[in-house]
């Protein structure tokens, strides 16, 4: 059973453009969570998608926004970027989201760094 | 405010020995808690849970703790290999209400030495 790709792994960007990030969960799940990871700051909850509807979303600004398609697919956005959004970005899928015995399985993350 | 602490950024011991890892939550409507290990350049993986109708988990090598009066769980390594070194985050979680999330802790860089 293939594992939660996120693509692209690596990139970087100058502050003011804007990134997408693309996350494909394992088959079968249908939710799908993203982190941000940052030195000194552990896992901050970016937001969570189930069947393409946003359920829930952590404490971010705007510029932080994410879609989730038919297939459970999803992308992430981040606008006007800013040098504090260096951080490597996390997807997790899920069968119905972090609650009880469900546990979130992790991609290997996207490192964005920003100049 | 961090409703999820793990005050130690590092630790170390010895190959053989016990690796006590220690996490502090404030937030009472958590009734799940989780460990994850990272490695570098790849994604956090699920190592052990405890509900909180529970005190104890073991997994093998693996023991997770939870003392809910004071808001206190600790993951147990015994015994410690050198594969063990990761970064080891606490998480928790929440049934009640709309939430599905994760909430960390910071983090704790383990190192096993041979």
């Known amino acids: 059973k293939a594992g939660v790709t996120q693509t692209p792994r690596y990139l970087i960007k100058t502050r003011g453009q804007q990134v997408t990030l693309s996350c494909s969960p394992i088959?079968?799940?249908?939710?799908v969570s993203w982190y941000q990871q940052t030195p000194g700051q552990g896992l901050q909850f970016l937001f969570e998608y189930f069947s393409e509807t946003q359920r829930n979303k952590g404490n971010f600004p705007g510029r932080f926004s994410g879609r989730q398609f038919s297939n459970s697919r999803s992308e992430m956005n981040v606008s006007t970027l800013e040098l504090g959004d260096s951080a490597l970005y996390l997807c997790?899928?899920?069968?119905?989201?972090?609650?009880?015995?469900?546990?979130?399985?992790f991609g290997a993350g996207s490192r964005l760094t920003v100049l | 405010d961090q409703q999820v602490k793990q005050n130690s950024p590092s630790l170390s011991v010895q190959e053989g020995r016990i690796s006590i890892l220690n996490c502090d939550y404030t937030?009472?409507?958590?009734?799940?808690f989780l460990w994850y290990k990272k490695y570098p350049a790849e994604g956090p993986t699920f190592l052990i849970s405890?509900?909180?109708?529970?005190d104890k988990n073991e997994d093998g090598r693996f023991t997770v703790f939870l003392n809910k009066s004071a808001k206190h769980l600790s993951l147990h390594i015994v015994p410690s290999q050198p594969g063990d070194s990761a970064v080891y985050f606490c998480?928790?979680?929440?049934?009640?209400?709309?939430?599905?999330?994760?909430?960390f802790g910071s983090g704790t860089q383990l190192t096993v030495l041979p």
């Open positions: 088959s079968g799940h249908r939710s």
């Open positions: 998480a928790a979680s929440s049934s009640s209400g709309s939430a599905r999330q994760l909430t």
């Open positions: 937030n009472s409507m958590f009734d799940y």
């Open positions: 405890i509900s909180s109708i529970k």
């Open positions: 997790a899928s899920s069968l119905s989201g972090a609650s009880g015995a469900n546990v979130l399985t």
